[in-house]
């Protein structure tokens, strides 16, 4: 089966969520190039309802609605027009579950790679780990404090 006939299988909501993050990846992409990410995530908060409702659902229920969204995330980037590295992935995850209500953490950690430096970002709700593998925290030294949206918006 081609991948367009597979992307064509999704439910209607999943596709339109993929048409936002095709779109949203270069956008952010080309947002934090030239304005750095605190101005970035004031930009992109702008499309967030101020005050969203977050999910009151049970915690398993939010959490396999979040990790589809990361799974559509991950289809843009694959099939997409744009290859984004993972601070951008991890925005236009960040915004995309905001926008559904779903409150999620920036996380950054770093380390030094055979001799270079190495930095990354990843997205967690409630310490669950949305957009790479479980072991990410034992392989990066994280931040104390994860960049969340009240964060954002004092910056």
């Known amino acids: 089966m081609s991948m367009l006939r597979k992307l064509l299988l999704l439910p209607p909501g999943e596709r339109w969520m993929l048409a936002q993050a095709v779109i949203i990846l270069p956008l952010m992409a080309l947002v934090l190039r030239l304005m750095g990410l605190r101005r970035c995530q004031r930009i992109f908060l702008r499309f967030i309802p101020h005050n969203p409702a977050l999910k009151t659902e049970r915690p398993e229920t939010t959490h396999a609605q979040a990790f589809r969204v990361s799974r559509i995330v991950s289809l843009a980037v694959r099939h997409g027009i744009y290859p984004a590295n993972c601070l951008q992935r991890s925005l236009a995850l960040w915004w995309l579950l905001h ?41 990066y030294a994280t931040f104390d404090r994860a960049i969340t949206r009240s964060m954002a918006e004092s910056l």
Do not use: K
């Not at 950690?109 to 001799?115: F, I, K, Q």
């Open 99 to 139: 926008r559904q209500g779903i409150w999620s953490e920036l996380q950054f950690g770093t380390r030094r790679e055979a001799g270079r430096f190495e930095a990354h970002a990843w997205i967690e709700i409630a310490g669950v780990i949305l957009n790479d593998s479980d072991d990410v925290r034992l392989r």
